[in-house]
């Protein structure tokens, strides 16, 4: 079985140039998260989708970064400007239908370098 | 609001001494708790969870964990560990009901040969 599948692995990018990044989820995974990671610290969500619906963007800084996931499957996050705080790695997990107790399994997530 | 304390942000054992990676947790209600591990480079790997029933968890790679309720408590475990082990372990909390998944901050492990 595929595993969640992100592209770019890695992207440097000026400041104020925007940037988007891929995820392919688990077949069947209808739960989808995007995740922040910065370095030396634990993730932090982002946005969660329920299929095509985001049911939790309350972490998303909406001034800059946007989210879609059309027809509930692959989904794309976009940095438009990306600032050098941006600077992370972005990891986007999925989780099939059921109840809360089923495991996330994570992408291997993409670098962004903004300089 | 969920919270995931994990208050060392190192250990260093030697290989064949046991491993322990503590974790510490704030719900509402009874927890779901995971752990994960992340080797450079790489994205989040589950190790194991607990639900509900026995406080002894067993997962991969010989690792367990044990849950207690009283100390609000979710410790990693691993009687003897390996240099292959040394990586960055998660600890990590769901409420009943909810989706979302809170992360402490992580722990380096190494270990040495």
């Known amino acids: 079985e595929a595993g969640v599948v992100q592209s770019p692995r890695y992207k440097i990018i000026e400041k104020k140039q925007p940037v988007a990044f891929w995820c392919n989820p688990i077949?069947?995974?209808?739960?989808l998260y995007w995740y922040l990671q910065n370095l030396g610290q634990g993730p932090e969500l982002l946005i969660r989708?329920?299929?095509?619906?985001?049911?939790?963007d309350s972490q998303l800084p909406k001034d800059r970064f946007s989210a879609e996931r059309l027809k509930g499957v692959d989904s794309t996050l976009k940095i438009q400007p990306a600032e050098l705080g941006d600077s992370a790695v972005y990891l986007c997990?999925?989780?099939?239908?059921?109840?809360?107790?089923?495991?996330?399994?994570f992408g291997q997530g993409t670098r962004l370098t903004v300089v | 609001a969920q919270s995931v304390a994990q208050p060392e942000d190192q250990v260093n054992v030697a290989e064949g001494n046991p491993l322990t990676v503590k974790c510490t947790y704030s719900v509402s209600g009874n927890p779901y708790l995971f752990w994960y591990v992340q080797y450079p480079n790489r994205g989040l790997q589950f190790l194991l969870k607990?639900?509900?029933?026995?406080?002894l968890v067993k997962g991969s790679y010989g690792f367990e964990a044990e849950f207690n309720k009283s100390q609000t408590s979710f410790h990693l475990k691993k009687p003897s560990a390996l240099v292959s082990d040394s990586a960055l372990y998660f600890c990590a909390v769901r409420e009943p009901g909810d989706y979302k998944l809170s992360f402490g901050a992580g722990t380096t492990v190494t270990v040495r040969a």
């Open positions: 077949s069947g995974h209808n739960t």
């Open positions: 607990y639900i509900t029933g026995d406080n």
């Open positions: 997990a999925s989780s099939p239908p059921g109840t809360p107790n089923t495991e996330a399994f």
């Open positions: 989708y329920e299929n095509e619906e985001a049911v939790d």
